[in-house]
Nanobody, 117 residues
Framework: QVQLVESGGGLVQPGGSLRLSCAAA????????MRWYRQAPGKERELVAS???????SYDDFVKGRFAVSKDNDGKTLYLRMNSLQPEDTAMYYC???????????WGPGAQVTVSS
């Protein structure tokens, strides 16, 4: 059974930084498509960043240059480094994994990020 758990969220002042982690258990040893989404109150869930099985990364325009997605060598822990945080970045952040052998997608329960002075 695949389980994802996010950590590292919290309250930060505008201009501050946070690093989110997503620990994945139960994934196969194969390739994984891994992503971060976020959902602000009253808004739809939106894709923030993704990293392919080969390590190629992509970002939505509103976080380019500020956020960086990465994963560890075994591909089972996903990270999101967030710099220059703004109040508009306030949202619940979700980890997403599609395992190319097991299937999916699988979602974590989310980590709250609040940017406020």
């Amino acid at each position: 059974q695949v389980q994802l758990v996010e950590s590292g969220g919290g309250l930060v002042q505008p201009g501050g930084s946070l690093r989110l982690s997503c620990a994945a258990a139960g994934l196969s040893g194969g390739a994984h498509d891994m992503r971060w989404y976020r959902q602000a109150p009253g808004k739809e869930r939106e894709l923030v960043a993704s990293i392919s099985p080969t390590g190629a990364t992509s970002y939505d325009d509103f976080v380019k240059g500020r956020f960086a997605v990465s994963k560890d060598n075994d591909g089972k822990t996903l990270y999101l480094r967030m710099n220059s945080l703004q109040p508009e970045d306030t949202a619940m952040y979700y980890c997403y994994v599609y395992d190319l052998i097991i299937g999916g997608p699988f979602w974590g329960p989310g980590a709250q990020v609040t940017v406020s002075s």
